[in-house]
């Protein structure tokens, strides 16, 4: 019994000290919801690592207009649950001005209504379609639309004559909102998949499914759909099963250590992604050369680990949202506004063409189509 | 289904099975000698693979396995000497309570030393699309080295159990604890061999299975889930069920791709094992009027 | 009664700490309170049932889910396209189904929130039995490791079926009206009602468990814990016993999933993982067991502390140190052993 | 008869625990089964009681056949038992153990215990007080608060002896009820359960201390290997050749 009442006095008391209340600072507050652990880690991690060494950069020069940015990431361990806490916590409590993230298309789907309703500019990092359609007010997204990823990949399949495929996917909401695309785009660009399976982002051996796919001789070409680390497996099963179809990759694909995993493997694949990857490859007077080489240098000497398009997309987040303070001023619905109108941005991803239907703004030139050549991404020419 | 797409899977479904049952082995090891389910035995594996490929970086392929193995076996005890040796007679549910926190600290602890990527060994022969031909199947020669090498690991534990005096030592202990400790045996070392010794095959495993399943900080739990069912569709305690118990469930599952989508495999196989915990809780292998006087 | 004392001061820290919001100008503490008040609903449950009637069980997750999705999934899913079959015609006329418009504005139909609830909660039950006569014959590793088994099936399903959303899981779920003026969201309007609807239902909880153990129930499930086989041969039906509190425990985290769901706005299947169900037996080991106050505070307190994310990238880590220390150290919680000695040594000196 | 044993068999793999085992127990008597260690005397408890099933032979009680029903469901029906190794619940006072055999004489079920309905709180009161009065009875009273597993030994085994009278059985199995008490302890034992016999309550007991049980029975069974090799008046068993070849014999060498 003196046990049950000394639990509920320290109960009282504990929640007395949460409720102190914290000392708003001047400067202009960022925070960011990422998966730095758990499942999405892959993503979240090298995202919050880009956002830290960006504002490091950005203070070390005085921030914006003399406003100096203070950086609050909370690791969400890809938990929807913790992202809507977050959410919340960030606008109301620390009165952030702005959200970048969360990395998976399931956490920002959960805090895309909290973020309108705190009337707060959500720049989210997941690909999911439905991020930006419908348009929310105050919900951008920086990655890639799967419509254009998807759209791309079919285009140079029809220039390959290929038009019988099978789907492999992923468990996950990248790996389903592709396939979701892939289903619905494929009957207009008169391609036909004939066989869909999906696969658990935790696999570590799909030769039984490859083998099985590998059997139906009418299969032209595979698109493996997937962000996680299996995907490198389905390369090697494949290719181990003497199966010798052209694999297609989404642009989860952009990140060299899937290469290194799948080493001769992954020789040949072809895949759509923004040009960060080939930065160094590119012409000097490609307009994203600049960008992508700095911020690909400065990621590989400070983090020593090669960059990848998932750290691009947050560091295109906050760039647009810097660009967008510097135009409009420390004012969110001016901010908002500014973002909503930017044009002829310069990312990681692509040319960012902003308007008040298109909150993702990049178009069809953002996608190139890229193989991998020497253990290295090349640009794919046909 | 043609020649060549049967044993495709035959092949795939002896991978996954020979693994199983190495991590089902592992756990029987350690509830043999102490009667605890070790629910970090799938830790071990990873740190293995882990550990190995760390040491690569300055070490030739074998000798960094070897130093992996060690490592993980001296981690194995340390786990032992740390959280389980001193605790008097503690209850199935703490312990089943402190080996996952075992299992939870070293997997975060993994994360954070390794980072979150992904990593594997290089291929023993070959590179990643080397393939030999076997009954009409196209196979990494890694499959045939994680085989062998499992087989191998199979058949010396045996020989140890039967022919050394530790092994007929920790028969003993596993038989009767109390009568052993008469006989002289130091019980509480033949507990931390157990670890030891199921922590060592376990790396083993992890090492030869790296460079086909890759090894991430994460792969853990699912490997012990997987060798848990092995070990209780096997009959808890006995290591050669777990062999044929494991081949089972792998070739269950490799099998099963052919009938339902491959999202529904995990739960197959642990709807497998729910139903042989209803239904025969002593195992497929099992007897049960020996199960019945185990301690629970 | 001297039992109904912590309840009291329970009731008063709700209504304390609400002021307290206000008077500091820091409503923003009652979402993460509001969303603790109904992990917290899980937490006493399991309570009850490993500390008091001893079963442990690694999947009450698995039931969380189980609410919780159900309850999305009915709230959410636009049966439009199935108009014309009899059966959703039929609840149609019953008044069960909602109308509405879309996000994009076309027509959307959807299973009423109390419709939806009910039967979420009533598949919760059909579960709980069904699992709950085999699984409970079972003991030690082997009951660990079926209730880990049905959590896994449940995480596997939530993944694999489209109708659950898959990774994505479900999002955009509606309000719960529950009363005119009170109703089950995140809205900013309403954090206050639902804050102390949450609580109260904390509240009224832990006034059910209470009673349950201080009554004949109470006193055969601590003796099924203690001596299951004397128990038996003392004319307790032991297997209806330990399954009635299994079904319980699973109602009161299905309820707790269908209501933060309506809460979040939407469920994922994280909260069906196997990490959730070992973290709920985590806090109620740390709570002491058998201890259902001891449960709810540490419940209480971790779960604010990492809602809020301030252990950021060591959660799990920190859950699973904090099992080990407690375990080795401390079998019989937190609140168990120290406090509660602290707490007798100053009554003694007092008197 | 208000217990019927018929050729009552239990196997454990290939130790033949009980083997064909018959005999009856009338109402109003003291019954001693006696043998040797291991002849299957807590074996044939654990068959009566319920807690083991029998491979064959069947058991009636109050003319029903019990058999192959659960323990709960048997010491509903009147028949309650100690335990060689007694049995408490920990963590409980010894009121509280007392109180669980009040169990099947009581009724308060899940949902009007939560609702803590007025009627269970009668229900409480009357089980308690009914619990107190078996405490005192046995001179245990000023225990009542003490946690069961602390007491003494010889406290215990009378919790337990409480425990099982709170039951109200018409049939009492005691497992060796003077294991580890003293002479005078054994005594106090034996008046007890003869006290409690004439109370109405049937007692059938197994027991190795010779004297409790020839002073006590009125009649006794002797087990051998899980055979029954004799039955009888406590005199007909002292001067039975075979039980004193088996038994005795074995017992004074």
Redesign the interface.
């Known amino acids: 019994m003196k046990r049950s009442v000394t639990a509920t006095i320290i109960m009282l008391a504990a929640s007395l000290a949460l409720s102190v209340s914290m000392a708003c600072a001047e400067t202009i507050k960022i925070g960011a919801i990422l998966a730095m652990t758990g499942p999405a880690s892959f993503l979240g991690a090298p995202e919050a690592r880009t956002l830290e060494m960006l504002a490091e950069e950005l203070n070390a020069k005085g921030g914006i207009g003399g406003n100096k940015i203070e950086l609050i990431i909370k690791d969400s361990g890809g938990n929807p649950e913790k992202a809507i806490s977050f959410a919340k916590q960030l606008i109301e409590e620390e009165k952030v001005f702005a959200i970048i993230g969360p990395s998976t298309s399931g956490e920002t789907l959960k805090i895309k209504q909290i973020c309108e309703d705190g009337k707060t500019i959500l720049l989210s990092c997941a690909a999911a379609e439905q991020i930006v359609n419908p348009v929310a007010k105050y919900v951008f997204k920086t990655p890639q639309k799967d419509s254009q990823v998807v759209q791309a990949i079919f285009e140079t399949m029809k220039a390959n004559k290929i038009s019988k495929i099978a789907v492999l996917a992923s468990n996950t909401g990248f790996g389903q909102a592709g396939k979701g695309q892939i289903e619905k785009q494929a009957p207009e660009s008169g391609i036909q998949v004939l066989a869909t399976e999906v696969y658990d982002s935790k696999a570590t051996d799909l030769s039984a499914i490859v083998a099985k796919l590998a059997a139906n001789k009418e299969i032209q070409a595979v698109i493996n759909w997937s962000i996680e680390p299996a995907q490198a497996i389905v390369l090697k099963n494949a290719r181990q099963a003497g199966w010798n179809v052209p694999i297609y990759q989404s642009h989860g694909f952009g990140n060299i250590k899937y290469v290194e995993a799948a080493g001769v493997a992954a020789e040949g694949v072809i895949f759509p992604a923004g040009r960060l990857l080939i930065a160094d490859k590119l012409a000097d007077k490609h307009p994203q050369k600049a960008v992508l080489v700095k911020y690909t240098k400065d990621y590989e000497t400070k983090f020593k680990e090669e960059a990848s398009t998932f750290g691009g997309h947050a560091y295109d987040a906050f760039k647009i949202l810097c660009r967008g303070i510097e135009q409009a001023g420390a004012n969110k619905e001016k901010v908002r506004d500014a973002i909503e109108n930017m044009k002829g941005f310069v990312g990681t991803a692509g040319v960012f063409n902003f308007s008040p239907t298109d909150h993702n703004g990049l178009g069809q030139d953002s996608v190139t189509m890229l193989t991998v050549k020497g253990g290295n991404f090349v640009e794919y020419k046909k | 289904m043609t020649l060549e797409l049967f044993s495709q899977y035959l092949l795939a479904g002896v991978t996954y099975g020979i693994i199983y049952a190495i991590v089902g082995i592992g756990f029987n090891i350690i509830y043999n000698t102490t009667g605890i389910i070790n629910f970090a035995q799938g830790e071990f594996v990873m740190l293995g693979g882990m550990i190995a490929i760390s040491m690569h970086q300055w070490l030739p392929l074998p000798l960094a396995i070897v130093a992996a193995v060690l490592l993980v076996m001296l981690i194995g005890a340390l786990v032992e000497i740390l959280f389980i040796r001193w605790l008097d007679r503690p209850s199935v549910l703490r312990m089943i309570i402190i080996t996952i926190g075992i299992s939870i600290l070293v997997r975060e602890a993994a994360l954070h030393i390794w980072g979150e990527g992904v990593r594997s060994l290089p291929y023993f022969v070959g590179n990643e699309i080397t393939t030999v031909r076997i009954m009409g199947a196209r196979v990494s020669p890694q499959v045939l080295w994680v085989i062998g090498v499992c087989t191998v690991m199979v058949l010396a534990l045996s020989l140890f159990f039967k022919y050394t005096l530790q092994g007929k030592k920790m028969q003993a202990c596993a038989a009767n604890r109390v009568a052993a400790t008469l006989c002289g045996i130091s019980t509480k070392n033949m507990v931390t061999l157990s670890f030891m010794l199921s922590a060592g095959i376990g790396a083993l495993a992890g090492c030869v299975m790296s460079p086909i399943t890759y090894s991430q900080y994460d792969i853990g739990t699912g490997l012990a889930i997987k060798g848990f069912t092995v070990a209780i569709l096997g009959g808890l305690g006995s290591s050669m069920a777990a062999v044929a118990a494991g081949l089972l469930l792998g070739l269950i599952e490799s099998f099963s791709v052919s009938v339902v989508p491959l999202a529904f495999q995990d739960a197959i196989s642990i709807s497998l094992l729910l139903a042989i915990l209803f239904l025969r809780p002593h195992g497929l292998f099992g007897n049960k009027d020996a199960a019945d006087l185990k301690e629970f | 009664m001297k039992r109904h004392l912590p309840l009291g001061l329970l009731v008063l820290a709700i209504i304390g700490v609400q002021l307290l919001t206000r008077a500091t100008d820091t409503a923003f503490y009652l979402t993460p309170l509001t969303m603790t008040a109904y992990y917290s609903l899980v937490i006493v449950g399991l309570c009850l049932l490993m500390g008091y009637a001893g079963q442990i069980s690694l999947g009450h997750a698995g039931f969380f889910a189980i609410g919780g999705y159900l309850s999305a999934m009915l709230t959410t899913k636009n049966l439009v396209p199935f108009k014309d079959n009899s059966l959703i015609s039929l609840c149609d006329e019953l008044g069960l189904l909602v109308h509405g418009q879309d996000m994009f504005g076309s027509a959307f139909t959807h299973v009423q929130p109390w419709a939806a609830c009910g039967c979420a909660i009533l598949v919760t039950i059909v579960v709980a039995y069904a699992i709950g006569i085999p699984v409970l014959k079972l003991k030690g590793h082997y009951l660990a490791m079926a209730t880990l088994g049905f959590g896994i099936i449940v995480y596997r399903l939530a993944l694999a079926f489209p109708l659950f959303g898959e990774a994505d899981g479900i999002s955009d779920v509606p309000g719960f009206p529950l009363l005119p003026g009170l109703s089950v969201s995140g809205d900013f309007s309403s954090r206050v009602s639902n804050y102390y609807l949450a609580w109260g239902m904390v509240a009224l909880a832990m006034w059910l468990l209470v009673n349950l153990i201080h009554s004949r129930v109470g006193r055969a499930l601590k003796a099924i814990h203690g001596a299951e086989g004397a128990a038996n041969a003392t004319g307790i039906n032991t297997a209806r016993y330990k399954l009635n509190t299994f079904v319980i425990s699973a109602v009161l985290a299905s309820v707790a999933g269908i209501f933060l769901t309506h809460y979040n706005g939407g469920i994922g299947p994280s909260e069906a993982g196997i990490m959730k169900s070992v973290r709920y037996v985590a806090i109620v080991a740390i709570g002491g067991m058998a201890n259902l106050w001891g449960a709810l505070t540490m419940g209480a307190l971790l779960n604010i502390m990492s809602l809020r994310g301030m252990f950021g990238s060591y959660d799990d880590a920190v859950f699973g140190a904090i099992l080990i220390v407690i375990m080795l150290f401390a079998p019989q919680g937190l609140l168990g052993i120290s406090l509660s000695a602290t707490f007798k040594r100053i009554l003694r000196r007092g008197e | 008869m208000l217990l019927e044993i018929k050729n009552l068999s239990r196997r ?2 290939g130790l033949q625990a009980v083997s064909d085992a018959s005999f009856s127990v009338r109402q109003g008597m003291i019954k001693a089964v006696i043998g040797p260690n291991g002849a299957g005397k807590t074996t044939l408890f654990n068959l009566i ?3 083991l099933l029998p491979s064959s032979g069947a058991i009636h009680f109050k003319g029903q056949p019990i058999h192959g029903l ?3 469901r ?3 029906l009147g028949m ?2 100690t ?1 060689q190794n007694i ?6 006072t010894a009121l ?2 007392v ?6 004489r ?5 949902i ?5 309905l007025p009627w ?1 709180k009668k ?2 009161n009357a ?1 308690r007080a009914a619990a107190l009065e078996l405490l005192a009875l046995l001179d245990i009273a000023d225990l009542a608060e003490v946690e069961a597993t602390s007491l003494a030994f010889g406290q215990q085994r009378a919790v337990e002896f409480a ?1 099982a009278l709170a ?1 109200e059985p018409e049939l009492l199995l005691l497992d060796e009820p003077a294991a580890g008490l003293n002479i005078y302890e054994t005594a106090e034992v034996a008046r007890l359960i003869t006290k409690i016999n004439e109370q109405g309550i049937t007692v059938l007991l197994v027991e190795h201390d010779m004297s409790l049980v020839m002073d006590i029975s009125h009649e006794i069974v002797v087990l051998s290997f899980g055979e029954k090799i004799a039955e009888g008046t406590p005199s007909e068993i002292q001067h039975n050749k075979e039980v004193i070849r088996i038994y005795l014999g074995e017992d004074d060498a």
């Open positions: 454990f793999g009681s319920g807690t659960p323990p709960y048997i010491a509903r309650a038992r335990y049995k408490l619940y920990p963590g409980m509280e153990n109180m669980v055999g009040r169990h099947c009581s009724r308060a079920g899940f009007s215990g939560m609702l803590s269970t229900e409480e089980s425990r039951m």
